[in-house]
């Protein structure tokens, strides 16, 4: 875990910001992270965890939620949820990092804004669309389901790489090819260390947007979270239902969380921007 | 069959799901926009509660519309009632965050001067600080209104109507012949709606540009 990590880092992001006199900094994106921020949720979740057991514990359950939730298929649902964000992420990363430097080489450039706008009609197609459009051709299945949530999340991650390539200075990428590197090295030294912390939003993006998709993999016959729900929903079972709701969102706040904390650990010092 | 003999075939209830669809977002992305506007307004003077808006925005983003759904349905029932409400909520966080900084980024300075030529605190809030905020609050109501689109079609497992209820049949029998053709029409007739939206909420602000930008 990497929970005691920011101990060192919270407070000293605290104090700069509490400075007496200075001014208020002008700059909206400088998110403000404190200690209190980063135990405050995984706090809030616990508390949520603990009031849904209690109440769990109490509630009666008629034999079908019994079987439904019987035989550590509840954690089996758990840990099928986790491995089906965490797999489906680092296929997005294959792909959209790699066609992200594609697409800003020479001959694809012109594709870029095509592919990769912000706004682009990638975005508008629905997700339980894309899961049930891959279910239906392949089958539904773990493998299917996968398919689809990378289909869904490869646009935006995608736009997120093209941009951090195209925020460095290609004077300096052409400096750097002058001097005689290789494209290689001039990929990995100089254009791509500018680009990381929007790839590293990229990935927070993708882990979020995933995790949600993954709920609706238990319609692509995937397994997940998503399964209580579905049959909580579908045979009238409250109680199935909010153990499956409350399950999915302690998970996706947890996995917004570590996402967030990941970005802010491992994206590169840079000293002059906190002055 | 072909997909378009299908949709030759059933063109009438494709349209009539698509209508419902339409019918069921649209109010949604109204309740959202108002809602996330007066939020925007509530929090815009101290940035203690911005930030807390801000913050909130990201975390419901974060959390998948189906488990909102599923949360909702204890409280208010099957049907309509939790479609609306998950719809409404799922639709606040982008508005209400690009108000608090529409608002905000406008700064204090128009607002002070419009006081200084004595308009009231309504007034100006009216007449200059919203219509600074506008484009960026048009901009959420344009994301929400994509995303709600989107996550109709999953509320469609709860309340019937829609274009999800076309692939929700799909998927409850992917070995029929028209599982495909249903899921493609429902599909694709998300993604037109989606557009249509988007070109609504673009037409909006071309219409209201002048407007905003002299106030």
Known sequence: MTAPEPTGEAPERAGDRGLPGAPPPPRPPARPVTWQKLTFLPAVLVGVL???WLWFRRADLDPVSRSVLAGGQVSGALWRHVGLTVVSTLLVLAVAVPLGVLLTRGAFRGAAPAVAAPGGTGRVVPAIGLLALVAVWLGGGRRAALIGIVA???????????AGLNAGDPAAAEAARRLGMSSWDVLVRVELPPAVPLILAGV?????????????????????????????????RMPVLVLGSVLTVVLALLVDWLASLAELLLRPRDPEADG | ???????????????????RHASTVFPCVVAAAVLGVLIGVVARRSERAGDLVTTAASAVLAVPPLAVIGLLVPVVGLGVPPTAAALTLCGLPPVARNAVAGLRGAGPAPGDAARGAGMSRTARLVRVELPAAWPSILAGVRVSARTLTGV????????GPGLGHEIFRGL????GAEALHQVLAGTLGIVVLALLFDAACVL???????GGGRA
Not at chain 2, 1 to 19: I, K, N, P, T
């Open chain 2, 152 to 159: 109709a079609a999953v509320a469609a497992y709860v309340s």
């Open chain 2, 204 to 210: 909006l602000g071309r219409l209201t540009a002048p």
């Open chain 1, 152 to 162: 869904y999340a490869v646009p935006p991650v995608l736009s997120h790489v093209v």
């Open chain 2, 172 to 175: 409850a029998s992917p070995d």
């Open chain 1, 50 to 52: 603990l009031v849904t």
């Open chain 1, 204 to 236: 927070r993006t993708a882990l979020v947007l995933n995790v949600g998709t993954a709920t609706l993999a238990a319609f692509a016959g995937g397994g997940g979270l998503g399964v209580l729900i579905a049959t909580g929903v579908a045979g009238r």
């Open chain 2, 1 to 19: 069959m072909s997909f378009w003999e299908y949709l030759g075939s059933r063109h009438q209830q494709v349209l009539a799901d698509a209508c």
